[in-house]
């Protein structure tokens, strides 16, 4: 027999409607006591299920980490004792039944000796500073996706800016490509759009838009394409303040 490192605690097996919840009590060098209750994922109802834990003088609690159904539970349960999150892989890989009820009793029993590696998690400081560089990451690999769509349809087009001009989305390229879809410059027009330090590359942007193939069609791919790409750009200028405010809140 494995000996019992925890004497009072509990498992809990969390769904998106349901969790169950086994109480698991009794002396380290006996055979425990255990209750299974369910409740409702509301947060009066997580509140009923923490108040019986609390009751029972339960120590430590466990759940697993399965998608994002666990948060909610854990931010109604931090505070209270030690609450531990399981990797899926660990405690599937033991033999156990597969009902919620019973899973719940397994989490619990594997808890209670000393059977699981906690996942770490860190203070809620840092875990909203890591959404919000996440959503940062996430903004800029979606806005920079876009960026690559308008280059093909400029290819597609046969305006070559990209042969020449080496940041298409600079402040120029920028202008080039607005005079470009509203139909507003020639080729000679668009030139006049390069900085001073690019004036040797006149002729070679006025040859790149010389030609070209530019259509009604391609004209508002490149606008859905640029509003979308300013879309997800425009949220940076909240999120960056927010990130260094957590970070000086984090020391």
Known sequence: ???????????????????????????????PRSEIRTFGTTVAELKQARTWITSEGCTDVIMESTGSSWKPVFHVLEGDGK??????????????????????????????????????????????????????????QNAAAEKNRVGKVLEDAHVKLGNVLSDVFGVSGQRMREALWKGKADA??????????????????????????????HRRMIRFRWEHMRFLEDPLGEIDPWIREKIQQAG
């Open 188 to 217: 000679a027009g668009m030139a006049q759009f390069a900085p001073a330090s690019a004036q040797k590359k006149i002729p070679a942007i006025t040859a790149a838009r010389e030609e070209h193939q530019r259509n009604e069609h």
């Open 1 to 31: 027999m494995i000996a019992a490192v925890i004497e009072r605690c509990a498992g809990m097996d969390v769904g998106k409607k349901f969790i169950a919840v086994c109480v698991m009590t009794g002396p380290a060098d006996g055979e």
């Open 83 to 140: 609450v531990a999150l399981a990797n899926p892989h660990e405690v599937k890989a033991r033999k156990g039944h597969k009902t919620d009820p019973q899973d719940s009793w397994w989490l619990a029993h594997l808890l209670r000796h000393g059977m699981v590696t906690a996942s770490f998690i860190p203070p809620r400081p840092p875990r909203e500073l890591r959404d919000l560089t996440r959503r940062r990451r996430k903004l800029i």
